[in-house]
């Protein structure tokens, strides 16, 4: 499809809704090199597929990443970030490769632990378990009903940030273990889990673009948004570019 681009639109101004972002970038400058490429990903979704599974507020609320990775092009972020204000999205710059971090954490990962608490759930041959499964047991597995090809794409396209997401929980894992083998105690894991979601995310009424505003669907208030790059240091929910914008990531984005 992009050398399709590069042959017949070889300058067209370009975006993308996928749920990883370096990998893309890397595809669009290899195939279509002339393309004025800003990469998005809204990160809104349900564990269903196909039209029937759209809904017209789908994206309200939502973090849209629009990537400000260095030499972009500010008249495409600001179509880019245009058209996720116009589905009602909150607008959140970031890097590709940041971008690709934080999804593995709070995206890809759930995937793979849905997938794997599905597995235990119905493992062996007693059918009790299933039975008296209820909200947290359908909670938790929610994303493991999505299709299949679509998991292994996002998280095997992932692959690195994914790696150091899962060796991250699984250290914690293992933490968790060795306390109730030892003393019986889940204190530490279960407070920190709390605390963690406690944490919340912005409501769904304030719509922010990157310099901290409501959504204005205003160009010079995209423009000034990706134009703060490169990214200071610092924890990725509060990170700050350098210079005037202050971005705020939501910590619990949906689907993606």
Known sequence: MLRRVDAVAPEVRLTDAVSVKVAVADAVYRYAPRARFVGGHPMAGTAESGWAA????????????VAADDGLDLD????????AWACGSRVVPAASDEHDLAVARVSHLPHLFAAVLAAVGAAGEDDLPLALAASSFADGTRVAGTRPELVLAMCEGNRDALLAAVDDALGRLGAMRGALASTGGLAATVNAGHAGRSAGRPPASRRTCGCGGTARRSPTCARSAAAATPWSAGPARERQPAGRVTS?????ASDG
């Open 54 to 65: 759209g809904t017209a507020g789908l994206f309200t609320g939502a973090a849209w990443v």
């Open 76 to 83: 495409v972020w600001a179509d880019v970030a245009e058209l």
């Open 248 to 252: 705020t990531t939501s910590r619990w």
